[in-house]
């Protein structure tokens, strides 16, 4: 069946633009997480959301950086005014509500910022 | 939350199992063991989950020890494509939902 998917699959912005970063979850997944991942480094935990609601949204690294989801499902990361440091891959991933749930994973929006 | 230690580089011969070992000391009862992999370009691939019983499915099983401290991956075939970054990630529990925190995880060469 169709997996996340995440939209587009590279991005290459100048510094100081706004970028919007788009993720379709599974369908049926009430839950969605974004993470980053840059160069050569671990996951990092951005936000989550349960429905249209983001419980935690603890790992946001500023605030010029914010998420929404509409309809429980499509979901949308803006990045205001980038910066060189935003230089990453955004992986948006779903899941069952459920604490168990494993996450499955798209293959991530690729942000280069020059 | 628990910490897991994984080695940062294995080697694995074709056809040959690949058995990826991760300490998880400070695990606690209610916590559960996860494996995802990760191949170059992609995003992290869900492999299998674990409590306290082995586990078992089409890719790959899970060796959990009897105190919980440490478990082992085991890749009963592996082939080229199994190369990838395996991470072994003991979730935290926090507010009901699955947040994973992704360590170093193991870099994994499957060579001819």
């Known amino acids: 069946g169709a997996g996340v998917s995440q939209s587009p699959s590279n991005k290459v912005t100048e510094k100081g633009k706004d970028v919007e970063l788009r993720c379709d979850p599974i369908s049926g997944h009430t839950a969605l997480y974004w993470y980053r991942q840059s160069l050569g480094q671990g996951l990092e935990f951005l936000i989550y959301f349960q429905g249209n609601s983001a419980p935690d949204k603890s790992g946001l690294p500023s605030d010029r950086f914010s998420a929404e989801r509409t309809g429980g499902s499509v979901s949308t990361l803006t990045i205001q005014r980038t910066q060189q440091e935003d230089s990453a891959v955004y992986l948006c991933?779903?899941?069952?509500?459920?604490?168990?749930?494993?996450?499955?994973f798209g293959n991530g929006t690729r942000l280069t910022v020059t | 939350d628990a910490k897991t230690t994984q080695p940062p580089s294995m080697d694995c011969a074709e056809g040959r199992a690949a058995n990826l070992p991760c300490n998880h000391s400070?695990?606690?009862?209610?916590?559960?063991v996860y494996w995802y992999r990760q191949i170059h370009s992609q995003g992290p691939q869900y492999i299998i989950h674990g409590l306290k019983n082995n586990e078992t499915n089409e890719m790959a099983s899970l060796i959990i020890t009897e105190d919980r401290k440490s478990s082992t991956l085991i890749l009963p075939h592996a082939t080229l494509r199994d190369t990838a970054v395996y991470y072994c990630i003991v979730r935290v529990v926090s507010g009901g939902y699955n947040k994973l925190i992704f360590g170093a995880g193991t870099r994994l060469a499957v060579h001819p």
């Open positions: 400070t695990i606690s009862g209610n916590e559960y």
């Open positions: 991933a779903s899941s069952f509500q459920g604490g168990n749930s494993p996450l499955h």
